[in-house]
C-alpha cells in the first residue's frame, strides 16, 4: 500500500529557503500527480502547486508562482517543495498530497502524508 | 479565481442527528469537480468525495455528497463520534481552491 513519508520539521530565517521531501513508498510514483497544501495554525486548507513526474509537468497556485519550485526524482520515487524568500506567514504544515491520475491538471487527492511543520522566526 | 464559501462556519449536533453541510462557488463548476475532506485535530485530510457525489474508496455510506453548478451539499446522515471534525470543499474545475471549512462540533 502506497504510503507518503514526509521529511521532518524544519525551523528557517526569514529570507531563507525551505525544501521539503515527500517520498512515496509501496507504489508507483510517476503515473500520478503530486501536490503541496499547507496549512497555517488554526487555518484552513492552501494549494500551492503540484507535479505529474512522468512528463513532467507542473501547475502552481498563482500566489506562489514566484517563490515555489515543486520537481521530483523518478529513481528515489520523491517529490521535492522549495519554498524561497520565507516570511513569517509561511510558518504553516505543508503537506504532499497525490492524485490519482496524470492526464490532467483537475486534481483532487486520495492520499495525504503526515505533514511537516515549518516554522520561520528570527 | 473560484472563491467557495461553506456554511455554516460550525455545527453543533448530537450523534445520531443529521448534519448538513453547503459550499458555494462564485462559479459555476465545470464537470462537478468538487470533492469533500474531512479534517480530525493533527491530522491530515482525508478524502470523503470526490466529483460532486462519488464516495471515496472506504467512506462508510452515511457520507453522501450533492449538488452541481455552483451550489453543493456534504450529508452525514447519522452523525457517529468519530464524524466530529472539520470538512473542507474543494474545487478543481478552475486552478485548485477549498473553501474555509465547516467545524460539526458536539452538543
Known amino acids: 500500500q502506497v504510503q507518503l513519508v514526509q521529511s521532518g520539521a524544519e525551523v528557517k530565517k526569514p529570507g531563507s529557503s525551505v525544501k521539503v521531501s515527500c517520498k512515496a513508498s509501496g507504489g508507483t510514483f510517476s503515473s500520478y500527480a503530486l501536490n503541496w497544501v499547507r496549512q497555517a495554525p488554526g487555518q484552513g486548507l492552501e494549494w500551492m502547486g503540484g507535479i505529474i513526474p512522468i512528463f513532467p509537468a507542473t501547475n502552481y497556485a498563482q500566489k506562489f508562482q514566484d517563490r515555489v519550485t515543486i520537481t521530483a526524482d523518478e529513481s528515489t520515487a520523491t517529490a521535492y517543495m522549495e519554498l524561497r524568500s520565507l516570511r513569517s506567514e509561511d510558518t504553516a504544515v505543508y503537506y504532499c498530497?497525490?492524485?490519482?491520475?496524470?492526464?490532467?491538471?483537475?486534481?483532487?487527492?486520495?492520499?495525504w502524508g503526515r505533514g511537516t511543520l515549518v516554522t520561520v522566526s528570527s | 479565481e473560484i472563491v467557495l464559501t461553506q456554511s455554516p462556519a460550525a455545527l453543533s449536533l448530537s450523534p445520531g442527528e443529521r448534519a448538513t453541510l453547503s459550499c458555494g462557488a462564485s462559479?459555476?463548476?465545470?464537470?462537478?469537480?468538487l470533492a469533500w475532506y474531512q479534517q480530525r485535530p493533527g491530522l491530515a485530510p482525508r478524502l470523503l468525495i470526490y466529483?460532486?457525489?462519488t464516495r471515496a474508496t472506504g467512506v462508510p455510506d452515511r457520507f453522501s455528497g450533492s449538488g452541481f453548478a455552483t451550489d453543493f451539499t456534504l450529508t452525514i446522515s447519522r452523525l457517529e463520534p468519530e464524524d466530529f471534525a472539520v470538512y473542507y470543499c474543494q474545487q478543481y474545475g478552475d486552478s485548485l481552491s477549498f473553501g474555509g471549512g465547516t467545524k460539526v462540533e458536539i452538543k
Open positions: 466529483d460532486a457525489s
Open positions: 462559479q459555476t463548476l465545470s464537470s462537478n469537480y
Open positions: 498530497a497525490r492524485y490519482p491520475g496524470s492526464g490532467t491538471f483537475n486534481w483532487y487527492f486520495d492520499l
